[in-house]
């Protein structure tokens, strides 16, 4: 119940193309979505987050659609460019006076120019 | 500002050795995470404090022994690490307290190699 599922495992899109990424939970206690972005040798940066009251939210050319019934949610990425190209995790966060987050596997994009 | 500063970025140290590594962050976050992370694997979480408090120890070995001397700093304590600690290791802290979980900010790693 813990687990969150994350696809695809990789990601190659043509610069200016449409990346997108999912993910879906089980467990209907979690309050908090984000997603990160990791560079190799970086630590994780966070890129958009949301919460299950809202269906989407968007921040320049990101984009996040939640869809509670389904307990599903994506990561849209407009106009994908080279310097997008990173790994990316989707997470979802139980609260205990402290975040605890829940890290799907990861998906690493490829950019081509 | 949302920085975690870590210290040092990279760390060699043999299987006797004793090293610390070092996390600031000057945010006034009462929670602080240590995690793990493997090559393609996402960060795996270690320990949490809450309020300077140990709240989480996902049953780490004790070669790694964690301490949070203030609410601004936490440190990670190793010895007689085996080659397979290699890793990346990340901290991160959140603002903690009741309510909704709320976003946790990562630092850039300790790069650590044991040899």
């Known amino acids: 119940q813990q687990q969150v599922k994350q696809s695809p495992q990789s990601l190659i899109v043509q610069k200016g193309g449409i990346s997108i990424i999912n993910c879906a939970y089980e467990?209907?206690?979690?309050?908090?979505f984000p997603w990160y972005q990791q560079f190799p040798g970086k630590g994780p940066a966070l890129l958009i987050a949301i919460r299950p009251d809202v269906s989407e939210k968007k921040e320049g050319r990101f984009t996040i659609s939640f869809n509670k019934s389904a307990k599903q949610f994506s990561l849209h990425i407009m106009d994908s460019q080279p310097g997008d190209s990173a790994t990316y995790f989707c997470a979802a966060s139980i609260s205990a006076g402290y975040s605890t987050l829940t890290f799907g596997k990861g998906t690493m994009l490829l950019v081509s120019p | 500002d949302t920085e975690v500063t870590q210290t040092p970025k990279h760390l060699v140290m043999g299987m006797t050795n004793k090293k610390s590594l070092k996390c600031e962050q000057h945010m006034g976050h009462r929670a602080m995470y240590w995690y793990k992370q493997k090559a393609k694997k996402p960060p795996e979480l270690m320990f949490v404090?809450?309020?300077?408090?140990?709240?989480i120890n996902e049953s780490v070995p004790s070669r790694f022994s964690p301490e949070c001397p203030n609410s601004s700093l936490l440190n990670l304590h190793l010895h007689a690490l085996q080659p397979e600690d290699s890793a990346l290791y990340l901290c991160a802290s959140s603002q903690g307290g009741q309510g909704l979980s709320e976003t946790q900010y990562f630092g850039p790693g300790t790069r650590l190699l044991v040899l």
């Open positions: 404090y809450s309020y300077e408090k140990l709240s």
């Open positions: 467990n209907t206690a979690f309050d908090y």
